[in-house]
């Protein structure tokens, strides 16, 4: 009887308390009960569960969580900054990927893209960095939506956030943009862990004697983008998703990478359909998910709402499963018949 006592206390002691239904109220019926499905499955005692440090979700950024029409955020950021330099400094336009920002010479700009980056905010601190992403992203106009980003945010997808991390899910945003910037923005917005954005790092140069940062002119190697991203992944986290969402065949590499974490997974590949959003098709990409049997999202067919804020509009951190008060007194109750029926136990065997 000793042995049923210990086996009820470690059965009692390690329970949690049942979870709260899965909700997603800006997607359709249809799609919610199949992320839902999932959601409840493996994080339900069962064949399909999977174990609180392996419950890893990993999310592209430009087009799965914020708006990437027509530009890029962290390239927005960047040209802003240039913009801002430029106005301080004359004599800067006669750089010549000055005059392409002041000109809107995109085509300058891609061919060179990551001198550009790089050049764009060179030698700054890290709190000029974040603070003037901080501000772009609430104060610079979508010409497209006449939002700022802090408010082209899919509802959809913070909601699929918040309902991962309340199952006690790690959330990682894996992006080609710059880290730091992008890691600025979704901690004003969400209040997201800067730790919880992998991006393409731009190396610091720290002082540490007087305690401040600038930037240098190097990326990190690789950078996060395509195949670098299952790379940065495992390098930063130690583990594989199982669950990643994306929009590109620059997340494809990713989204196959749950295939290695051992568990049922869920991949979700997102569709440019809406006719409030830029409508526009990535066919390859899309071909690429149907043939693996991605979830594709429609974003006119699963998404109720495209922006808004949620109630609350931060990101919780993940949860911490505490049991109720009514889960004690069950506990103590096994407890005391456990302990009850081995006192009988004992006074019928000196009989």
């Not at 950021?77 to 004359?90: C, I, T, Y």
């Not at 000055?98 to 809107?104: I, Q, T, Y």
């Not at 590109?248 to 359909?273: F, P």
């Not at 990409?285 to 974003?299: G, Q």
Request: aromatic share 10%.
């Amino acid at each position: 009887m000793s042995h049923l006592l210990i086996t009820l206390v470690m059965i009692f002691s390690g329970a949690t308390a049942p979870w709260e239904p899965v909700n997603l109220p800006s997607w359709s019926p249809e799609s919610a009960a199949r992320i839902g499905r999932w959601l409840t499955a493996v994080t339900t005692p069962g064949p399909l569960y999977i174990p609180r440090h392996a419950r890893i979700a990993a999310m592209d950024l430009d087009g799965t969580l914020i708006v990437e029409k027509p530009d890029y955020f962290h390239g927005l950021v960047s040209k802003e900054f240039v913009r801002l330099k430029a106005g301080r400094d004359p004599a800067l336009s006669t750089h010549p990927l000055v005059r392409a920002v002041l000109d809107g010479d995109e085509k300058t700009l891609l061919k060179n893209l990551k001198d550009f980056l790089l050049f764009s905010m060179e030698g700054e601190t890290w709190e000029t960095v974040r603070d003037f992403s901080v501000r772009i992203g609430r104060e610079s106009i979508n010409p497209l939506f006449r939002k700022p980003s802090v408010e082209l945010i899919y509802l959809p997808m913070i909601e699929l956030i918040q309902a991962l991390r309340a199952r006690d899910f790690e959330v990682y945003i894996i992006t080609t943009a710059q880290q730091d910037i992008v890691q600025a923005f979704l901690w004003d917005a969400l209040r997201l862990e800067p730790r919880f954005v992998l991006g393409s790092g731009v190396v610091y140069d720290w002082d540490f004697d007087k305690g401040i940062g600038r930037r240098g002119r190097r990326f990190l190697e690789p950078l996060c983008h395509g195949s670098g991203k299952p790379v940065r992944i495992w390098d930063r986290i130690g583990a594989w998703p199982v669950l990643a969402a994306g929009n590109s065949t620059n997340d494809v590499d990713m989204l196959s990478s749950v295939n290695l974490s051992g568990y049922w997974t869920l991949s979700l590949a997102i569709e440019h359909d809406h006719p409030d959003e830029a409508v526009y098709g990535k066919p390859e990409f899309l071909e690429i998910a149907k043939r693996r049997d991605w979830m594709v999202v429609s974003m006119k067919r699963d998404f109720t709402r495209l922006w808004g804020r949620p109630s609350p509009a931060v990101v919780p951190g993940p949860a911490s499963r505490r049991l109720p008060a009514g889960w004690w007194i069950l506990w103590l109750g096994a407890a005391a018949v456990a302990i009850g029926a081995s006192v009988l136990v004992r006074r019928s065997q000196r009989r």
